[in-house]
Structure formats: structure tokens, C-alpha cells
């Protein structure tokens, strides 16, 4: 069976930025968290699977389609929660609800009923008197009362108290159990991806610098930290993100087993955080190790 999503190298151009041969793969059953620093083009990303603004060039299938071609049948099938509010301020969330249900074939009242119970929503309120974190719970109970085989979603966590957050994971968690269905989720959060992310995406400056499980990352890399004359020596193996102080170096590595190999017991290796692989990932670092 085809991936859920397969974004294969796609480009797009601004004036001042771009999104470079972007390649993003995701298998049914799965969640992957889209990381990266403030406008490194997740957004974008997020818009362009869903027609939301055109390519240059490459290819976007959804649940094995075009997603230019195949646009309202794709539609159908994915939730998408946006970080911008996108629904009539002046309608009251039921009068919402009503104006939307009739695009959704598959669309389930009482999975409605039971997240508005859930989020405690009110029906009667109008969209523009709800705050922020309210209108993300509005936009999550669309998006997860249709029967969507994929949810797509743009931070969709800020703006959650600590408790909708974590109840929200948890239903996506359970979501992924129907072995048929995938989230695919950009978040500044990185903590939430530690705990339900089974694949980690990260974009830097319009490029996808990794995508990987989440397993593989953690097992794999290593931080290393030591004296700054240990950098001094020929080190083959890529360090990444070096940070120099006046107190030694610290840095990421891609191969644990290899840096150890030649750094041996000079150093220090700790275990990453998704936190830390986005950080080293995406700073500059301070110190050019020869040879690379
Ligand atoms: N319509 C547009 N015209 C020109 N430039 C744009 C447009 N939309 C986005 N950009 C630029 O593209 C870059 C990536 O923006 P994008 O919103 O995709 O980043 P992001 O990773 O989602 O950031 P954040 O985490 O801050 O939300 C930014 O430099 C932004 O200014």
C-alpha cells in the first residue's frame, strides 16, 4: 500500500526564502512531529500539502493521490488544524458546526457531541468570544469528528493548558491504534514529541535537515562534552552544533558508536533530547574542527 503522505522534492520560492527539494515520507499508523526554529518554512510545508499555496515544483501525494488533482477527495479524509483561525468570528460554535458538517460525508455528530462534552466547549458562544486555546479545541473537534484517516496539524498544542494538552496527545495516541490512520504535526513543543512521536522531521532554513524514528535518534546520537583541547585532535567523525566556552566544548554527534571510538574516555556522552538535537541541529556553531 502506498504512504499516507509522500512529499517528493518539493520546491518553493519566496522573495527572501525557500523551501529546498523538500522529500517527507509517512507510513499509515504512525505519528511524526514536525520540528525547526521560527520560520524555517514549517508552515509553508503544512500549506502546501494542503493546496493552500502552489509549488514550484515536485510532488505532494496524499493517501496515495495528487493533491492538486485529487483536492476534495483528499479533503475528505484528512483533519487539519490550522494555527490561524480560519472560521466566521460572528457564528456561534453549533452555527460553525452546522455551516461545516455538510462537506463531510463521514461526519459523526455524536464524536462531535462527545468532544465538545470533553473540551467543555461552549455551543452557544460566539467564535470571536472564545480564547485561543478554546478555538483550538473547536477546530480539534472538527478535525477528529469526521473519521479523517490523516490529521494535519500546525501547532496545534500552543495555546493548550497543560491538561488539554496532554489529554489531546492521548487522543491522538489512540487515534494511531486504527493501524490505518497518521498525524503528522509541526510543534515548537518538544516535550509533547517525546511522548507520542514515533518519527521526528526537522526543516532549518527551508531544508529538511533529518527525518528519522524518534527511537532511532535517541539510540543513535550522543551529546558530547569535554575539554576544548580534545577538539584540537583530528576527529573524522562530524560533530555538530559545537559550542565553545571557556570551560571546554560541547557538541551533538550523529553516531554514538563511532564518536566513542575515537574519543574514547576524554569526553563526556549524555543522551539527547528531541529538545537537543533541534537545538545543535540549528545553531551555528562557534568552532571549525579541522577537516571539516
Ligand atoms: N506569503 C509569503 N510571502 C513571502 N514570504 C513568506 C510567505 N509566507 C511565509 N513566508 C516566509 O517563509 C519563511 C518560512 O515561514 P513559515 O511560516 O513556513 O515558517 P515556520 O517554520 O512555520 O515558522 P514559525 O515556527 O515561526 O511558525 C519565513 O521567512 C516567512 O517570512
Redesign the pocket.
Known amino acids: 500500500m502506498s504512504s499516507i503522505l509522500e512529499i517528493a522534492n518539493v520546491s518553493k520560492k ?4 525557500e523551501l529546498k527539494d523538500i522529500n517527507i515520507t509517512l507510513e499509515r499508523g504512525y505519528i511524526m512531529g514536525f520540528i ?10 503544512i500549506k502546501l500539502i494542503m493546496n493552500l ?1 502552489k509549488k514550484d515544483s515536485g510532488e505532494i501525494n496524499v493517501f496515495g493521490l495528487d493533491n492538486i488533482k485529487n483536492e476534495i477527495e483528499i479533503k475528505e479524509k484528512i483533519g487539519f488544524v490550522y ?1 490561524e483561525n480560519y472560521y466566521y468570528e460572528e457564528l456561534t460554535i453549533q452555527e460553525m458546526k452546522n455551516l461545516i458538517r455538510p462537506f463531510y460525508s463521514l461526519w459523526d455528530e455524536a464524536a462531535f457531541t462527545k468532544y465538545v462534552k470533553d473540551f467543555n466547549l461552549p455551543l452557544k458562544k460566539k467564535i470571536k468570544q472564545l480564547s485561543k486555546g478554546m478555538k483550538m479545541k473547536f477546530s480539534l473537534a472538527i478535525a477528529l469528528s469526521h473519521h479523517a484517516e490523516l490529521l494535519i496539524m ?2 496545534p498544542t500552543s495555546g493548550l493548558d497543560p491538561l488539554v494538552r496532554s489529554e489531546l496527545l492521548e487522543i491522538l495516541q489512540s487515534l494511531i491504534q486504527d493501524e490505518n490512520k497518521s498525524v503528522f504535526f ?1 510543534t ?1 513543543i518538544t516535550s509533547d514529541l517525546d511522548k507520542i512521536a514515533d518519527y521526528i522531521t526537522l ?1 532549518n532554513n ?1 531544508e529538511i535537515v533529518l527525518s528519522k524514528t524518534k527511537d532511532e535518534l535517541i539510540d543513535k546520537y550522543c551529546i558530547v562534552k569535554g575539554r576544548k583541547d580534545t577538539l584540537a585532535a583530528n576527529i573524522e567523525e562530524p560533530l555538530i552544533g559545537i559550542k565553545v566556552n571557556e570551560y571546554g566544548f560541547e557538541a551533538l554527534s550523529k553516531n554514538k558508536k563511532e564518536i566513542r571510538k575515537i574519543l574514547g574516555d576524554s569526553v563526556l556522552y549524555e543522551k539527547p533530547t528531541i529538545e537537543d538535537i533541534l537545538v545543535f541541529s540549528t545553531r551555528r556553531s562557534d568552532h571549525i574542527v579541522s577537516s571539516y
Not at 14 to 17: N, Q, R, S, T, V
Not at 36 to 45: D, E, I, R, V
Open positions: 519566496y522573495k527572501g526564502f525547526g526554529p521560527n520560520g524555517a518554512g514549517k508552515s509553508s510545508t499555496i494555527d500546525d501547532e509541526s515548537h526543516i527551508g
